[in-house]
């Protein structure tokens, strides 16, 4: 059973365009939601994380949109750039713990 | 920032040899580190967890016989592939887990076992 289901697995965006990566979660105890960004070879790296108290974080280029009633959650990343191209993941955990459950995750390509 | 070492980054070996990859957490102690493996183009899968000092927990489906852990001190945990077969080849990542912030990932170990 899949906790966070997350979309698209793919996504293909222009320079300077909007990239948005949507997940959706079941288990009303989550309550710490981040968002990781992995490089081909390399571990995931925390990229910005929200709790269910707001309704939106923004951290520069990359802003997390949070509707805690309908028990979803988005990544927008304003003026894609190649270098962004990598695989996203969201993630949700409960109880302070922060042990992440993981989307399937999604591959972003930004063409120049 | 935290930094979790993870060696070594990628590792060849001969079906029916063991592989030892160790994770470090370099400038904290890590209460938990967890294991797990990812193959292309898919989710991290939690192998296991770890805490210091006890026994790992496995999840489900995975053999603990053939993944052993060994999580000796506060900063190292170790996973050894034994009998490592073709089908073992997959990425492999820790993380460590000091118990009051998010997880500190390592940069993998890509096992090749040929």
């Known amino acids: 059973q899949q906790q966070v289901k997350q979309s698209p697995q793919s996504l293909i965006v222009q320079k300077g365009g909007i990239s948005i990566i949507n997940c959706a979660y079941e288990?009303?105890?989550?309550?710490?939601f981040p968002w990781y960004q992995q490089f081909p070879g390399k571990g995931p790296a925390l990229l910005i994380a929200?709790?269910?108290?707001?309704s939106e974080k923004k951290e520069g280029r990359f802003t997390i949109s949070f509707n805690k009633s309908a028990k979803q959650f988005s990544l927008h990343i304003m003026d894609s750039q190649p270098g962004d191209s990598a695989t996203y993941f969201c993630?949700?955990?409960?109880?302070?713990?922060?042990?992440?459950?993981f989307g399937r995750g999604t591959s972003l390509i930004v063409h120049p | 920032g935290a930094v979790v070492s993870q060696h070594p980054s990628w590792v060849i070996c001969k079906s029916g040899t063991s592989v030892k990859i160790e994770c470090r957490s370099l400038d904290f102690q890590a209460t938990t580190m967890f294991w797990y493996r990812q193959f292309p183009k898919q989710s991290l899968m939690l192998m296991a967890t770890s805490n210091e000092g006890s026994k790992a927990t496995y999840e489900q489906g995975v053999e603990k016989d053939k993944f052993l852990i060994n999580h000796a001190s506060l900063t190292l945990s170790t996973l050894t592939v034994t009998s490592a077969h073709p089908e073992d080849s997959s990425f492999y990542i820790c993380?460590?887990?000091?118990?009051?912030?998010?997880?500190?990932f390592g940069n993998g170990t890509r096992l090749t076992v040929t």
């Open positions: 993380s460590a887990y000091a118990g009051n912030s998010p997880l500190h």
């Open positions: 993630a949700a955990s409960t109880g302070g713990s922060y042990i992440p459950t």
């Open positions: 929200i709790r269910p108290d707001v």
């Open positions: 288990n009303t105890a989550f309550d710490y």
